[in-house]
């Protein structure tokens, strides 16, 4: 799959099959999000794999809209060194590369925020001096996965300007 057609193709699933992902897949995938550009190459982030379905769970409460970690077969949570401007960017393209890579393989994936970023970071026995970015789930897409329609994308004319506003 070449880069612009997973960038067309790519949608959040939030519905996920009993499938497991097999190791090498999610070796994969962590692989991917480890490859990402960051700031003076700081790479500022530490990737927690979770698979346990009881931590899924627990995970899936943590956030407003995160209800699909719970069926996940796997997440992967972000973590990072102190929170600035281009660390919290740092994770932003970390996550980019992991959920592009999953795709490559066909799993699917959906980013969350942790609203209770404390609750979040004691079930994961998180260092208190590091930041808890965001989760991401990830799975084969259920067979009654269905991606959101809701209405598409801007035209590029309206989000582009040229030289100056």
């Known amino acids: 799959m070449n880069v612009h ?5 790519r949608r959040a699933v939030r519905l996920f099959s009993d499938t ?5 897949v999610v070796e994969q995938i962590l692989a991917g999000g480890r490859r990402s550009q960051s700031s003076k190459n700081s790479q500022p982030w530490q990737f927690i794999v979770v698979r346990d379905k009881d931590r899924l ?3 899936s409460k ?3 809209f995160a209800g699909h970690v719970a069926g996940a077969d796997f997440a992967v949570c972000l973590v990072g060194t102190k929170q600035t401007q281009w660390n919290s960017f740092d994770l932003g393209q970390a996550a980019a590369y992991l959920q592009l890579a ?4 066909g799993v699917g994936s959906c980013i969350a925020a942790m609203y209770d970023e404390a609750a979040a970071k004691a079930l994961l026995n998180i260092p208190a001096e590091m930041n808890f970015f965001c989760v991401i789930s990830f799975g084969y897409p259920s067979a009654d996965h269905k991606p959101a329609k809701l209405g598409g994308r801007k035209p590029l004319a309206d989000v582009v300007r040229r030289e100056t506003w």
Not at 5 to 9: N, T
Not at 20 to 24: L, Q, R
Request: charged share 30%; no cysteine; proline share 10%.
């Open 5 to 9: 057609d997973a960038i067309e193709s």
């Open 20 to 24: 497991p992902v097999p190791e090498h």
């Open 62 to 64: 943590l956030g407003d």
């Open 57 to 59: 769970k627990a995970l």
């Open 102 to 105: 999953a795709h490559e393989f």
